[in-house]
């Protein structure tokens, strides 16, 4: 695992490509060797290297990487910067864990999931969150816990390719 991964890297780079073409590099990876990748791609980059990179790990792209292409069956469903990727929607999720296995009915939102007390709703905006809370509390509800977050890489890419939820 590891150690191989380093060695296939380490010779990839002793002619110090322009380029560097990583394909799922942290894929069966410990979390420390990933780590110690993440830095090394970033100082490679900095020196001027541009780095393509191929993964199916969204969170990964959405942090390491500048310009993002979205495959689909192979076709490219997307191809932008990940800053416009990611204000391509609008919206939150919210997720709740609250005493009921119900939501009260009036509270805003489209739910996404809901599983004994814990919900996902997604909202239009922060004016629609607000009311949610304020829906939640008129009706008694105790809210043990909450996140709430803008769409990520996999939301967005779930939605250009018709698989949101």
């Not at 910067?81 to 009915?105: A, K, N």
């Not at 996404?112 to 239009?124: H, I, N, P, T, Y």
Request: net charge neutral; charged share 25%.
């Amino acid at each position: 695992g590891g150690m191989k991964r380093r060695v296939l890297v380490a010779q990839a780079l002793v002619h110090k490509p322009p380029v560097i073409v990583l394909d799922e590099p942290t894929a069966g990876v410990d979390v420390e060797l990933r780590q110690g990748l993440w830095q090394f791609v970033r100082r490679m980059n900095r020196d001027g290297h541009s780095i393509v990179l191929t993964t199916h790990y969204l969170e990964e792209a959405e942090t390491h990487c500048s310009r993002i292409a979205m495959l689909k069956e192979g076709r490219i469903v997307a191809l932008d910067t990940t800053r416009t990727l990611l204000g391509t929607f609008s919206g939150l999720e919210l997720r709740l864990h609250i005493d009921r296995t119900e939501l009260p009915s009036g509270v805003p939102g489209r739910i996404v999931s809901a599983d004994a007390g814990d919900f996902r709703l997604r909202l239009a905006n922060y004016r629609e969150l607000e009311d949610a809370l304020v829906g939640l509390r008129q009706a008694g509800v105790a809210i043990r816990a909450m996140e709430v977050s803008p769409p990520d890489l996999e939301e967005v890419f779930l939605r250009l390719t018709g698989k949101a939820s």
